[in-house]
Each structure stands twice: as C-alpha cells, then as structure tokens.
C-alpha cells in the first residue's frame, strides 16, 4: 500500500455542510450546548469558587491535550512544576506541557477577537512574524546584506572562508585584508556563486530533514549535489506532489483554518456547531504540525467568546476521556457527533470539579467554624480553594504569619486538611486534587 499518495487538504465548507445530515447530529448538538451552557453559568453564581475551579481546569485540560498528544505528564509533578517545587529535574514532556499551560492562561486572558487572527496565532506559538519560512527570512536577510555591503567584512556575518578570505576572523580583519582590498569584479563573482552552491546545499539538507520528520518521503529533487535555488524553488509535478511539500508554507494553512471560520460566520451556523467543524479543520488542515493542542485551546477560546463567556471549557479533557477518536476517513456526521460528544463531557468534567471543590468548601468550613475572630484559620481555608497547591512559604506570605503559626493552622484543619502532594518531610505541598 502506497502511504505517502497525494493526499486532499482543502476544506470546503459549503460542500461539507451541503451534504451534512443534520437528523444525526441535532441531538448531540442540542445535548453538548446546553451541558456548555449549564456548566457556564454554575460558574459564574459561584463566585466562591470560580477563582479554583478555573486554576484547577487550566491543569487538568493540560496534562489531557500533552495525553493527546501521546506523552504523559503527571498532574502533581505539572502542580509543582508551576509552583517552583519541582521532586525530579523536569523533563522534556513537563516542559512543554509548562508551555501550553503558559498559552492556556494567556487564552484566558486575552480578548478571543484579537486571538483569532493570523498573527494572534502565530505570537502564541512564538513567532509573531507572519513572513514566510525560515528558509526564505533567511534568504531575504542574506541577499539584502549582500546588496549593502554589509557582509563585506570577515568580522561579521559567514565565515572567512566562505568569501575567498584565508586571514583569520578579527575586529580590524576588514581593513588589514590584502584580499579583499584587491580582488576584483570577476572575483566577487566567483565567490557569490560558490555561496550559492554552499546556501541551496544547506536548503536541500534542511528540506530533506523537515519531509523525513513529517513522515513523508524526501523529494527526489533534493537528493544529490549542489543545486541552485532556481531549482529548489521549481513547483513539484502533479504526479509527484507529496501531502507536504516544501512549498505548502504554515502561514498558508492557517489563512484556509481561519477561512473556515469566516465562512460559518457567513452561514450563521450555531455556535457549537461552528467549534466543532473549526477542531475538525484544525486535524484535517494541520495548520501548525507542531502544535496540535493549540487547535483545540483556539476553539476554547472561540467557545468563550460565543458560548461560555465565564470560563474556558476543557476540551482536551473531555476529548480524552471521550471514547470518540477523530479518523480522517471517517464520514464527517460521525465526526461531528463525536467532538459533539466530547464537548458534553467536558461540560460534565466543569461540574464534577465543581462538585468536588464545594464539598472540601463546607469541610475546611466548618473546621475553621469554631474558631476566635482573630484566628487567621478560615483565611488559610480559602486558600486552597482558589489555588490549586498550597505551600507554606506561600500561606506564610499571604496571611502575614509565621511558619510556625502555619503549621499550628494545618494541625487544626486536622481531617479536612487536603492531602500533601509532594510526599517529603520539608517543602510540603497541599492541594484539592
């Protein structure tokens, strides 16, 4: 079986909900908006609770889309991780996961109208400059250096020898270089030529590891010696296309996500509706190969500006411990029906941690209830409802106490205290978890 055939990328809307059989997806549609609804607006009459159900939704969704994604990274260790308390040297996956719980929160923060653009994209991925590749800002830089004279030096920009320069890489080596002085027109034009070859080499390399590591088969074109640019930036044969090619730009990608979501703007369809088809074009677009999370944390934020105003819902969670799993052959009603799906147990995850937080509320409650006015115990409760970890360093610094005075409150809260996170004897932790 050949894998890496051509593959079809576009997303036609139109087309796709032309031929969609809304009787298949009404009921999970009108079961996932009002779950959304209700678990929204339990939000917002718990004022009490909003602050650590938020915090404690940022975690969980979290760890599920580096799940997703096929990592694992424990919650307690992500918990302290973010709180500076790290048990273990972080590794790779809790860094990234650090990372996306970073965007997760700017999400939260940020207005979703100034989120859904294209360089609102693109800045929370870190790279706020829409232009092109790598390849090409770097290509841009070098020819404009070259038109300036600027790399004329050997003390700045590519190495001396690349430039017909034998003396070494000095500050003064501009201006004590017989070379340079006194080459001439033909020998510049020599030593262009041989950077071409050097720079469409480093291309073809560059090319070659981006295809392989997508999983694709390296071009045939990119095999061999020195070639020049011309040639590297020739389009590919219809019949020798690949599903990603080096021509198919991610600044490409997300302008047809992004075309998607004006076209349902167009159409008017329901909100949910519109988030769902959005996560679907995000897997089957692929605008940011790197990023598969940030699609779905985009239509939380879409789902916060339209439909939960209050918070952003989990949906990573819900996508997880959903039994649905998004095939691209799949026809799309079944899709749907399943992010649909995962969109109701995400709903269903807000309410269970609402749940769980009111019921450690009325313990921590009524073990601080029979206490002096002046005790500062019931200001140490509330902490651990409106953050997700508790330190004593911490406590210390929020109630203006002493660390002796903390741990004599943590006694008191005896069996309503949380549970300890961190299992040591010094720099202990406490969390509703």
Known sequence: MNYYRAMKTAYDLDVLVGKLPFDRIVTSLDAAGRALTRADERIRRSEELSQGVKARVDFFDTCAAVALGGDLVHLEDLVLHDAGMDRRPPTHELTRAARLLHVRRRLAKKPPAGILTHNGILALTGEPDPVGDWGERERQSVTTDKETGAHAGAGQGRPAFARGDSSPVGKNARSTSPDIASAGPTDHLGTRQTEDELFAEIDNVLARSAQL??????????SGSARSRENISKPLTKGSRLRSDIDDRPADRIGDWLAVLERARQKSLPEVLTAALLLDAWAHLQPLEGWPELGRFLVQSYLMSNVTPNHLSPLCVGLRKSPFRWRRRDPLALRLAGLLGAFERAASE????????????????????????????????????????????????????????????????????????????????????
């Open 213 to 222: 590591a997508r999983g694709d088969l390296p071009d045939e074109r990119l």
């Open 350 to 433: 807000t309410l269970e941690h609402m749940d769980r937080l009111q019921i450690a509320r009325d313990r921590l409650m009524r073990a601080s209830s029979q206490t002096r006015k002046q005790s500062r115990l019931p200001e140490f409760a509330e902490m651990f409802l409106s953050r997700p970890l508790v330190t004593i360093p911490m406590a210390r610094r929020h109630l203006g106490v002493t660390a002796a005075a903390v741990d004599n409150m943590i006694r008191q809260l005896g069996p309503a205290l949380p549970r300890e996170l961190t299992g040591r004897d010094r720099y202990r932790a406490w969390g509703i978890l």
